[in-house]
């Protein structure tokens, strides 16, 4: 009898030390929303350390705007080289600048993160319009990632007047210093967007929407199916006014300093990398589809393009994952 009981006893705390293992990794949910990097930042997380990284995340996310990717910030990074026209930053800001460096030239210029005085002048989140040319052709003169160069710790601007404005990447830099944090922790699955930047981390099949261009925030064209990634989009319907009968938007054709006028209105990208995610669709914007596509090939990545004549265009085998969900759209795959 005393053996049996034994047993029991046995058999009962190996089932409770179970649940406890089972609840340590699966942990509560936890749902957090907040507004950093001028936009809105959505928490989602499941594991035991979800309270913890929830909090975490907001800290590092306002630390990574206000004291190193901000133009406006007085105490940043990026404001310091700004005004200083270059300066020493440590090793973090050191491999963002290389790996944007790497976006720029492979991408032959149509991404560029010295553009800041040329938006400035279209006064995107502000009050837009169209700018002077003359003093757009002349901030444009100043710009050009040509200029700027890294030597050890030292950032060079070969030209003092360049602004640096990592606006088309900062999010997706965001994504990968939140996937840090977490990597270590009791987290099963996170779900955090910044913006239209996402991190998917987890051991699943996630699904992401492609948003409709002409709805609101939560209406979805498409739906991708995805393991754990990063997923950036950059849209033209994000910021635009219209002048004159004319839609202008925010993503500038670095060449001319006016907003790219290909048919395109949205381009999604998949990567391993936040950075990645985010500059390339930024990059894969202005490329348009063939040299766009290539550049995402190049980088390991996949993109999704949406025309404004209501087709996304993919590189063949694209309907393993996307799945159009508005039959109003097209895929063509090429
Ligand atoms: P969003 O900020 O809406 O997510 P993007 O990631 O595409 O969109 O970034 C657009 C921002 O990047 C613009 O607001 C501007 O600050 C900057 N930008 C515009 N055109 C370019 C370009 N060709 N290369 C790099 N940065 C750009
Ligand atoms: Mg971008």
Redesign the pocket.
């Known amino acids: 009898m005393k053996k049996k009981a034994a047993v029991a006893a046995v058999i009962a705390a190996l089932i409770l030390a179970a649940f406890l293992i089972y609840d340590g990794i699966h942990g509560k949910k936890i749902s957090a929303d907040f507004f950093a990097m001028n936009?809105y930042v959505s928490v989602k997380l499941t594991g035991a350390d979800s309270d913890e990284c929830a909090t975490e995340i907001q800290q590092i996310t306002e630390s990574l705007d206000k004291d190193v990717l901000s133009r406006t910030s007085e105490n940043s990074v990026i404001h310091r080289i700004n005004q200083n026209g270059g300066g020493e930053i440590d090793e973090k800001v050191q491999g963002y600048i290389s790996v944007l460096l790497d976006v720029c030239r492979k991408s032959d210029g149509?991404?560029?993160?010295t553009?800041?005085a040329v938006?400035d002048l279209w006064q995107?989140g502000s009050n837009p319009e169209i700018p002077n040319a003359d003093k757009l052709a002349s901030a444009l003169s100043h710009s050009g990632h040509q200029k700027i160069s890294l030597s050890g710790e030292k950032l060079i601007m070969a030209d003092g007047q360049a602004v640096i404005?990592f606006?088309?990447?900062g999010?997706g830099i965001a994504l990968d210093e939140i996937k840090a944090i977490l990597s270590d922790k009791k987290i099963k699955e996170a779900v955090v967007s910044v913006?239209?930047?996402v991190l998917l981390m987890g051991n699943k099949q996630f699904t992401v929407g492609i948003r409709n261009p002409s709805g609101n925030s939560g209406s979805y064209i498409a739906k991708l199916r995805i393991s754990e990634s990063c997923v950036?989009?950059?849209?033209s319907y994000?910021?635009q006014f219209e002048q004159n009968g004319k839609i202008y938007h925010?993503?500038?054709?670095?060449k001319t300093g006016y907003p790219?006028d290909n048919g395109l209105v949205s381009v999604t990208v998949v990567s391993e990398s936040g950075i990645l995610s985010?500059?390339l669709?930024?990059?894969c914007?202005?490329l348009g589809y063939e040299k766009g596509s290539e550049l995402a090939k190049e980088f390991g990545c996949q993109a999704f393009f949406v025309t404004n004549n209501k087709q996304i265009l993919a590189e063949n085998g694209a309907d393993d994952i996307i799945e159009i969900t508005d039959n109003s759209y097209t895929l063509v795959m090429q």
């Open positions: 936009t149509a991404f560029d993160f553009l800041g938006s995107f404005d606006g088309a990447a999010k913006g239209g930047s950036s989009t950059s849209g994000e910021q925010h993503i500038l054709n670095p790219v985010d500059a669709s930024t990059a914007f202005v």
